[in-house]
């Protein structure tokens, strides 16, 4: 899956799950903040994350994942670990 494909995906739950405009969805923006995301919210990311991209992901790989650019490549390199 290409990283195109990972940001179209990874949008398209985004807008459903969180219940965002899809136009405030920008590689720069701030990921917490657009998503309005609170600690159980990271958790239901998590989940969302996992059962759409079948990979596993920790506590720690959020460390430093601030835009939503950071979190595709997140995604991107998860997958790339399979």
Do not use: R
């Amino acid at each position: 899956m290409n990283i195109e494909e990972i940001i179209e995906k990874t949008n398209h739950f985004l807008v459903d799950e969180f219940e965002v405009e899809a136009e405030t969805i920008v590689p720069d923006a701030i990921l917490k903040d657009t998503l309005g995301l609170d600690s159980l919210d990271y958790v239901d990311l998590v989940v969302t994350v996992e059962s759409n991209f079948k990979v596993k992901l920790v506590e720690a790989d959020f460390a430093g994942i601030n835009t939503f650019q950071s979190f595709y490549d997140l995604i991107e390199n998860k997958l790339n670990a399979h």
